[in-house]
């Protein structure tokens, strides 16, 4: 019987004698070629492309890009100079490779196919970080199976995801495709989402592995500026950075994809730390690294490479098994292991781990895709609904005074302003490669379900978008710099004033974050504050919905507001799931994975800091109330929403928090219960929270860390005790040596609806 979830990170008697068959008959250039990774297109013009984009947009209609595919692709396959390919989800483009391949060099060794479907392929899902805002891995699970069976369907059986960087810092626009700041939790989304990626009994009968990236510590840059340096402690990466990797290769992960960053002065691309000393020798893990796009080339421009040489030679070195797009393996490998610069086993090595993974795939007994399969998977029904569904949960409700929300049905003349409540491309986020605007949801379409006839709100754009192809950069925020994106408060007002409720919809642009996509200002842009100021002194409820790539700084708008909901980039079902909330047919549930600050001043500001020698009390203090104390003078400490939070449109009472035994021994587990009820008028789900603080250390412990955390769904008056169990081993971290460990101590525990409310218990760790 099929296993439910494939491994591919095992060592397995008979894949390794096959493998060894293979690397017996393979000579120097066909092993190179299996290091080597290409893109079936030609390089393309930029200057082109962006006069095409102009051209389309003057017709009226919109740009598509279709890059040109190389002449010499089938030529490079049948002469094995290339053991994967990337970047499409053309299935007879694919196939058409694959058979060059299979029936065209010498060996028939199959290429694998990557692709980045990051939260989706064609139904495209909430942005990653809005999905960990569920709290619901089981769901998330799902969410990647859906993704791989498209993915598949088109012929890719690689995924360059899930990213589990741990991020803290908004500005950094990768932070939308993460689960947000918390070492734990990324770690458990993250193998909920491999889980979901390498799910088995796919409709193709094909098989995806994912690639957790990027290895590591990415999401550490300096400045929260992509691709910028990465100057973190070690203790810092093996307690923080590290643990999610760990987590998704524990899950069955066969592939990693390196980063961009230098660590400590080495890039990761040619760092043999992480790639030798801790993924193969400590953690004894099997499976292979691919490096990011062109990252071997990029050596040089970090300055640690002569030459293109000179990069190979150092990455095979450190541990890097495939070279993505740069060819520098192609050009210069077989030349450096003929000088002596390189040894035969190296490359025999990685090739070994190549290989492996393709026999894992299944990929010598089914190398081919059926072509017409896509189109009985592409768009399914039920996929449709796991997406609303993610929508749903991921929404994060912030702000709801007096109740405002749910609207009731009788809630008069309501007024949708904002050009993003008509607008489908955005909803996709960004890293949405293969969706399609039509697939799409808008917000007015979803309100449409619930106010039609003469009750269908009136809709006034108050703002224009600006008009660009998707990752073209940004306008200038301040004042819509291209001369596009303008202003029309009067008509906004004028619809405020003769309705009863207003609805904004608010915030970034797809393009706006992602890869190569930091901000500095992470304030609302195109002048929306000033829409939003004149929306305000109307006087009337005001209902804001905020569509974005990560968390933003807006503590005007949240004293503006009455009503305030982060609905993300919420995919193709975002519209539905908007109008779903802001009626009442779902009760959010959402709660936050990031912190959001008050100020770019704040960051990074995240749950997990350390104490400090001079710490102060409560959140933080302002204007010398605590002098000499590790405080700003002008705003408080804590952030203006903090990690875990969210809030429903019903209540939930704590009582009555348990620790089992108050003091264990090292090979033990903490106990703890808590009662939750429901002490509202709707039925809800709560994300019950627990946290663990480790009083006195070798080292300074942060103030809380996340150990557990479940969620409950609860009727009005019903209560349920809900039961933690965290293994003692669980509680540590890095010492003085740099070993892990549990240190006997005094502890403290919290159970709560997020980072800085809840009940507090103690218990002690006792040595042996």
Same mark, same amino acid.
């Given at each position: 019987?099929?296993?439910?979830?494939?491994r591919?990170?095992?060592?397995d008697?008979?894949?390794?004698?096959?493998?060894?068959?293979?690397?017996g008959?393979m000579t120097?250039?066909?092993?190179?070629?299996?290091?080597?990774?290409?893109?079936?297109?030609?390089p393309?013009?930029?200057?082109k492309?962006?006069?095409?984009?102009?051209?389309?947009?003057?017709?009226?209609?919109p740009?598509?890009?279709?890059?040109?595919?190389r002449?010499?692709?089938e030529e490079?396959?049948r002469?094995?100079?290339?053991?994967?390919i990337?970047?499409t989800?053309d299935?007879?483009l694919?196939?058409?490779?694959?058979?060059?391949?299979?029936?065209?060099?010498?060996l028939?060794i199959?290429?694998v196919?990557?692709?980045?479907?990051i939260?989706g392929?064609?139904?495209?899902?909430?942005?990653?970080?809005?999905?960990?805002?569920?709290?619901?891995?089981?769901?998330?699970?799902?969410a990647?199976?859906?993704?791989?069976?498209?993915?598949?369907?088109?012929?890719t059986?690689?995924?360059f995801?899930?990213?589990v960087?741990?991020?803290r810092?908004?500005?950094?626009?990768?932070i939308?495709?993460?689960a947000?700041e918390?070492?734990?939790?990324?770690?458990?989304?993250?193998q909920?989402?491999?889980r979901?990626f390498?799910?088995?009994?796919?409709?193709?009968?094909?098989?995806?592995?994912?690639?957790?990236k990027?290895?590591v510590?990415?999401g550490?840059a300096?400045?929260?500026?992509d691709y910028?340096t990465?100057?973190?402690s070690?203790?810092?990466?093996?307690?923080?950075?590290l643990p999610?990797?760990?987590?998704?290769?524990?899950?069955g992960?066969g592939?990693?994809?390196?980063s961009?960053?230098?660590?400590?002065?080495?890039?990761?691309t040619c760092?043999?730390?992480?790639?030798?000393?801790?993924l193969?020798?400590?953690?004894?893990w099997?499976?292979?690294?691919?490096?990011d796009y062109?990252?071997?080339?990029?050596?040089?421009?970090?300055?640690?490479?002569?030459?293109?040489a000179?990069?190979?030679?150092?990455?095979?070195?450190?541990g890097?098994?495939?070279?993505?797009?740069?060819?520098?393996?192609?050009?210069?490998?077989?030349a %450096?292991?003929d000088?002596?610069?390189?040894?035969?086993?190296?490359?025999?090595?990685?090739?070994?781990?190549?290989?492996?993974?393709?026999?894992? %795939?299944?990929?010598?007994e089914?190398?081919?895709t059926?072509?017409?399969?896509a189109?009985?998977?592409? %768009?399914?029904?039920?996929f449709?609904?796991v997406?609303?569904?993610?929508a749903q949960?991921?929404?994060?409700?912030?702000k709801?005074?007096?109740?405002l929300?749910?609207l009731?049905?009788?809630?008069g003349?309501?007024?949708?302003?904002?050009?993003l409540?008509?607008n489908?491309?955005e909803?996709l986020?960004c890293?949405a490669?293969?969706?399609?605007?039509?697939?799409?949801e808008?917000?007015?379409?979803?309100l449409?379900?619930?106010?039609?006839?003469?009750?269908?709100?009136?809709?006034?754009?108050?703002?224009?978008?600006?008009?660009?192809?998707?990752?073209?950069?940004?306008?200038?925020?301040a004042?819509?710099?291209?001369?596009?994106?303008?202003l029309?408060i009067?008509?906004?007002?004028?619809?405020?004033?003769?309705?009863?409720?207003?609805?904004l919809?608010?915030?970034?642009?797809?393009?706006?974050?992602?890869?190569?996509h930091?901000?500095?200002?992470l304030g609302?842009?195109?002048?929306?504050?000033?829409l939003l100021?004149?929306?305000?002194?109307t006087?009337?409820?005001?209902?804001?919905?905020l569509m974005?790539?990560?968390p933003l700084?807006?503590?005007?708008?949240?004293?503006q507001a009455t009503a305030l909901?982060?609905?993300?980039?919420?995919?193709?079902?975002?519209?539905r799931?908007?109008?779903?909330?802001?009626?009442?047919?779902?009760?959010?549930?959402?709660?936050?994975?990031?912190?959001?600050?008050?100020?770019?001043?704040?960051?990074?500001?995240?749950?997990?800091?350390?104490n400090?020698?001079?710490?102060?009390s409560g959140? $933080?203090?302002?204007?010398f109330e605590?002098?000499?104390?590790?405080?700003?003078?002008?705003?408080?400490?804590?952030? %203006?929403?903090?990690?875990?939070? $969210?809030?429903?449109?019903t209540?939930?009472?704590?009582r009555?928090?348990?620790?089992a035994?108050?003091?264990?021994?090292l090979?033990?587990?903490?106990?703890?219960?808590?009662?939750?009820?429901?002490? $509202?008028?709707?039925?809800?789900?709560?994300v019950?929270?627990?946290?663990?603080r480790?009083?006195? $250390?070798?080292v300074?412990?942060p103030?809380?860390e996340?150990k557990?955390?479940?969620?409950?769904s609860?009727q009005?008056?019903e209560?349920?005790?809900?039961?933690?169990?965290?293994p003692?081993r669980?509680?540590?971290?890095?010492?003085?040596?740099?070993?892990?460990?549990?240190?006997?101590g005094?502890?403290?525990?919290w159970?709560?609806?997020?980072?800085?409310?809840?009940?507090e218990?103690?218990?002690?760790?006792?040595g042996?």
């Amino acid at each position: 019987m099929e296993e439910p979830v494939a491994r591919y990170d095992q060592i397995d008697p008979t894949v390794e004698a096959r493998v060894d068959d293979l690397l017996g008959r393979m000579t120097l250039a066909e092993k190179v070629g299996q290091l080597v990774q290409i893109t079936p297109f030609a390089p393309f013009d930029v200057a082109k492309m962006e006069e095409q984009a102009r051209l389309a947009e003057a017709e009226g209609r919109p740009f598509v890009f279709e890059p040109e595919v190389r002449a010499d692709l089938e030529e490079l396959i049948r002469a094995g100079r290339a053991g994967s390919i990337f970047g499409t989800a053309d299935v007879a483009l694919i196939n058409r490779c694959r058979r060059a391949a299979v029936e065209g060099s010498r060996l028939g060794i199959p290429l694998v196919v990557g692709n980045d479907v990051i939260h989706g392929l064609r139904t495209v899902f909430p942005i990653p970080l809005a999905e960990a805002s569920t709290w619901d891995p089981p769901l998330l699970e799902q969410a990647a199976r859906v993704a791989a069976e498209e993915a598949s369907a088109t012929g890719t059986d690689w995924i360059f995801a899930p990213m589990v960087d741990v991020a803290r810092d908004p500005r950094w626009g990768r932070i939308a495709e993460g689960a947000g700041e918390d070492s734990y939790l990324g770690g458990v989304m993250a193998q909920a989402r491999v889980r979901g990626f390498q799910a088995a009994g796919l409709a193709s009968g094909q098989r995806v592995a994912a690639c957790p990236k990027h290895y590591v510590a990415y999401g550490g840059a300096e400045a929260g500026r992509d691709y910028n340096t990465v100057d973190i402690s070690e203790r810092t990466l093996r307690d923080v950075y590290l643990p999610p990797f760990k987590a998704a290769f524990d899950a069955g992960a066969g592939t990693v994809m390196s980063s961009f960053n230098e660590i400590g002065g080495v890039p990761a691309t040619c760092n043999a730390f992480i790639l030798t000393t801790v993924l193969r020798d400590e953690w004894q893990w099997a499976g292979m690294v691919v490096s990011d796009y062109e990252a071997v080339r990029e050596l040089l421009a970090h300055g640690v490479a002569a030459d293109l040489a000179d990069a190979a030679r150092r990455s095979i070195l450190a541990g890097l098994d495939m070279d993505m797009v740069s060819n520098a393996y192609a050009d210069h490998l077989a030349a %450096l292991v003929d000088a002596g610069q390189v040894p035969i086993a190296a490359v025999d090595e990685a090739v070994r781990r190549v290989l492996r993974l393709k026999i894992r %795939l299944g990929l010598f007994e089914h190398p081919y895709t059926d072509e017409e399969i896509a189109g009985k998977v592409i %768009l399914r029904d039920d996929f449709r609904e796991v997406a609303l569904r993610v929508a749903q949960e991921s929404m994060v409700l912030l702000k709801n005074e007096g109740g405002l929300l749910p609207l009731a049905a009788d809630a008069g003349r309501v007024a949708v302003i904002g050009a993003l409540a008509d607008n489908r491309r955005e909803l996709l986020g960004c890293w949405a490669f293969h969706g399609q605007p039509e697939d799409v949801e808008t917000v007015l379409e979803g309100l449409g379900a619930y106010l039609e006839g003469d009750r269908a709100p009136v809709f006034v754009p108050g703002y224009t978008l600006p008009t660009k192809p998707a990752g073209f950069p940004v306008p200038g925020e301040a004042d819509g710099a291209d001369g596009k994106a303008t202003l029309d408060i009067p008509a906004a007002v004028a619809a405020a004033r003769e309705a009863d409720v207003v609805v904004l919809v608010a915030g970034e642009s797809a393009d706006m974050s992602g890869e190569a996509h930091s901000r500095a200002h992470l304030g609302l842009p195109w002048r929306q504050q000033e829409l939003l100021d004149a929306l305000a002194a109307t006087g009337k409820p005001l209902v804001v919905v905020l569509m974005s790539g990560r968390p933003l700084v807006i503590p005007r708008v949240a004293e503006q507001a009455t009503a305030l909901l982060a609905a993300w980039h919420g995919g193709i079902r975002a519209g539905r799931a908007i109008a779903d909330i802001l009626f009442g047919a779902v009760n959010p549930s959402g709660k936050l994975t990031a912190s959001w600050p008050r100020t770019e001043g704040q960051i990074p500001v995240y749950y997990a800091h350390k104490n400090t020698g001079r710490p102060v009390s409560g959140s $933080g203090t302002t204007q010398f109330e605590e002098a000499f104390k590790s405080t700003y003078l002008d705003v408080p400490n804590a952030p %203006l929403f903090p990690f875990g939070y $969210g809030l429903s449109y019903t209540t939930f009472a704590y009582r009555d928090l348990a620790v089992a035994q108050r003091r264990l021994g090292l090979d033990g587990t903490l106990e703890v219960s808590v009662v939750v009820k429901n002490s $509202g008028k709707h039925a809800g789900d709560e994300v019950v929270q627990l946290y663990v603080r480790d009083l006195v $250390g070798s080292v300074s412990r942060p103030v809380k860390e996340l150990k557990a955390f479940q969620r409950v769904s609860l009727q009005p008056g019903e209560e349920q005790t809900v039961r933690f169990a965290v293994p003692v081993r669980d509680l540590g971290f890095h010492g003085l040596d740099m070993r892990y460990t549990v240190e006997p101590g005094a502890f403290k525990v919290w159970a709560g609806p997020n980072a800085v409310e809840g009940l507090e218990g103690d218990f002690e760790v006792q040595g042996d």
